[in-house]
């Protein structure tokens, strides 16, 4: 059907930057928004980012000015450019997209496996 897979988690010191990917796959009709959520150990699932088809944007306060979320629609992937890294934003962050399936008239929403991000001195 349709998977959404992250890559570019990693150890990365404090003030350091990482750049997360993830590529959707499937029999995918179209996408709407496509974003990025985190969820850090004993914490909820928290929404970074989403951008719309369109390139409309939405952050989080504790990431604004740090952290940009881009997409490439012709090869269906969504980027989180994060900058200026804190202990705070170690987290497992999951890609999102809302999408239709080829040959259904229902929005989908979608989740990566998530990958891990540590940003420890």
């Known amino acids: 059907q349709v998977q959404l897979v992250e890559s570019g988690g990693g150890l990365v010191q404090p003030g350091g930057s990482l750049r997360l990917s993830c590529a959707a796959s499937g029999s995918i009709f179209s996408i709407n928004a496509m974003g990025w959520y985190r969820q850090a150990p004993g914490k909820e699932r928290e929404l970074v980012a989403t951008i719309t088809s369109g390139g409309s944007t939405n952050y989080a306060d504790s990431v604004k000015g740090r952290f940009t979320v881009s997409r490439d629609n012709a090869k269906n992937m969504v980027y989180l450019e994060m900058n200026s890294l804190k202990a705070e934003d170690t987290a497992v962050y999951y890609c999102?997209?809302?999408?239709?399936?080829?040959?259904?008239?229902?929005?989908?929403?979608?989740w990566g496996q998530g990958t891990q991000v540590t940003v420890s001195s």
């Open positions: 999102t997209a809302d999408l239709f399936v080829t040959g259904w008239a229902t929005l989908r929403h979608y």
